[in-house]
């Protein structure tokens, strides 16, 4: 299977951007419980649980946190690390959870909720 790393970076921090908009703009509204989720929210909403395994997975948070020190604390840089350190393995059969964008996007939001700070502190 042959995958477009920068195609699915590019559409990873689409997503990622568009939810973190969209949540942003929910929370300022005041419409958190109120407003329907979008599409987009609730497609990325669906893809908390397999997200946390894939963050939490000791072998991807190694190689999140290594290249980390060089990242700053933004969407793109975030997703870089995310696709660099979880597309190899999803290919190579390593991680059996179907690694998407949209996938790869919930990873990158829980990141980034969390800190890239904090997040390399948790074992």
Not at 22 to 35: E, P
Not at 71 to 89: E, F, G, M, Q, Y
């Amino acid at each position: 299977m042959s995958i477009d790393h920068d195609q699915f970076l590019a559409q990873t921090v689409s997503i990622a951007e568009r939810f973190t908009l969209l949540r942003d703009l929910r929370h300022a509204d005041g419409m958190n419980d109120r407003k329907p989720q979008t599409d987009l929210e609730q497609q990325v909403s669906q893809q908390t649980e397999a997200a946390e395994k894939i963050a939490n997975d000791p072998s991807i948070r190694a190689r999140i946190c290594a290249g980390a020190q060089s990242a700053t604390a933004n969407i793109k840089d975030i997703a870089k690390l995310v696709v660099a350190s979880a597309l190899p393995l999803s290919l190579a059969g390593t991680i059996t959870i179907p690694f998407t964008p949209i996938l790869a996007a919930a990873v990158v939001i829980i990141i980034i909720d969390s800190g890239i700070s904090a997040y390399c502190k948790e074992k």
